[in-house]
Every structure is written in structure tokens, then in C-alpha cells.
T-cell receptor
Framework: AQSVTQLGSHVSVSEGALVLLRCNYS??????LFWYVQYPNQGLQLLLK??????LVKGINGFEAEFKKSETSFHLTKPSAHMSDAAEYFC???????????FGKGNQVVVIP | EAQVTQNPRYLITVTGKKLTVTCSQN?????MSWYRQDPGLGLRQIYY???????DKGDVPEGYKVSRKEKRNFPLILESPSPNQTSLYFC????????????FGQGTRLTVV
């Protein structure tokens, strides 16, 4: 079964510093990959997705992610953290030709003023 | 407005008392699913449905039932809830095709005492 690995359940970052959240997937065939964000007391919303059109994907709120097939990775970055980025972030994978969506365990991001 | 609506948002119940959490989507999506979210475990899929009258088990189906009699509705049924089903539940829908975005409800926080 397809799976994703997110390391580090809690990530602290200073305001203005780089945000880097790592995601690795397990698959011999590149799947579709997603990053979702969950703000407190809310559902999940899509940040960005990789669907094989371009390896560098730009999303909302200044986030971007780069797909690297050789490393089976899809890491999420934002150059400068803002207080409003405090949330939980999930990487998710959808195998090619399949509608199921499997999630990683998430990263709780805390932004320090 | 495209949305997935879950009810109730919060529910406290006693062990063994049957309950239903409703989910409705207005996007004419064929694929719907239920997840539970627990700290440190991310989102785990309970059941999914490819279309009307087509449901299947996800990763953690024990203790749950679902039905899909209409395309827009996908209720989650706990016939005899137990304390280990205390969790945050999300309903999601997406169009067919692994590259499509999943839309999530606001969540139902269930406590079983």
C-alpha cells in the first residue's frame, strides 16, 4: 500500500525563518502528492498538489514544494514564516489510477515571535 | 459554494448508544470517505465509497458502518460506540481521478464515555 512519512511531529520555527517540512513517499510509480493544512478547529484545506505537470509546485500563502523522484520526496517550504502559518500540515499520497488518499502523521508547526 | 457539511460538530455520548454522523456534499462527487484523526496518528481512513451503493473498508473499519443511498450523502454509523472511538472525524469528497483535490467537512468531535 502507498504510504507517506513525515518526520518530527512538532516543528518550531522563528517568525521570518525558513519553514521546511519533509515528506517521503513509498512507491515504485510516482503517485499524485498533496500537502494539506489544518488550522485550529477547522477541516483540512489544500495547500498544493503534484500531478506530474511540473516538479516545483507553488501553492497558497507562499508555500511551495519540489517533487524529487530520485529521493521519493515532496518537501514543503516557505522562505519566511508568519505567525499565521501556525497550523498542522499533512502530506498525502494518491496512487496513480486510484481515488484513495493516504495521509502522513502530520507536522504541528509552532511559530515563535 | 462548494462544501462538505457534517453534523453534529460536537457530540458526547455513552458507551453502546447508537449514533449517526451525517455528511453531505454539493459538488456531485462520486468518491466520498470518512477519516478519523487522533494525535500522533494523522488521518486514517475508515470507509470509502466509489459511488451510490458502492462502499468499501478503509484502514480502520472495525466498529463502524456506512451507507450510500444517494450520491450527496454518506452517513457514518456507530452502532455500539466504545471509548476507543473517541476521536475527531472528517468526511471528505473528491471527483474521480487520483489527481483531484479532496474537500473536507469541518469535523465532528466525538466523545464516548
Amino acid at each position: 500500500a502507498q504510504s507517506v512519512t513525515q518526520l518530527g511531529s512538532h516543528v518550531s520555527v522563528s517568525e521570518g525563518a525558513l519553514v521546511l517540512l519533509r515528506c517521503n513517499y513509498s512507491s515504485s510509480v510516482p503517485p499524485y502528492l498533496f500537502w494539506y493544512v489544518q488550522y485550529p478547529n477547522q477541516g483540512l484545506q489544500l495547500l498544493l498538489k503534484y500531478t506530474s505537470a511540473a516538479t516545483l509546485v507553488k501553492g497558497i500563502n507562499g508555500f511551495e514544494a519540489e517533487f524529487k523522484k530520485s529521493e521519493t520526496s515532496f518537501h514543503l517550504t516557505k522562505p519566511s514564516a508568519h505567525m499565521s502559518d501556525a497550523a498542522e500540515y499533512f502530506c498525502a499520497v494518491s496512487p496513480y489510477g486510484n481515488n484513495r488518499l493516504a495521509f502522513g502523521k502530520g507536522n504541528q508547526v509552532v511559530v515563535i515571535p | 459554494e462548494a462544501q462538505v457539511t457534517q453534523n453534529p460538530r460536537y457530540l458526547i455520548t455513552v458507551t453502546g448508544k447508537k449514533l449517526t454522523v451525517t455528511c453531505s456534499q454539493n459538488m456531485n462527487h462520486e468518491y466520498m470517505s470518512w477519516y478519523r484523526q487522533d494525535p500522533g496518528l494523522g488521518l486514517r481512513q475508515i470507509y470509502y465509497s466509489m459511488n451510490v451503493e458502492a462502499t468499501d473498508k478503509g484502514d480502520v473499519p472495525e466498529g463502524y458502518k456506512v451507507s450510500r443511498k444517494e450520491k450527496r450523502n454518506f452517513p457514518l454509523i456507530l452502532e455500539s460506540p466504545s471509548p476507543n472511538q473517541t476521536s475527531l472525524y472528517f468526511c471528505a469528497s473528491r471527483d474521480t481521478g487520483g489527481q483531484t483535490e479532496a474537500f473536507f467537512g469541518q469535523g465532528t468531535r466525538l466523545t464516548v464515555v
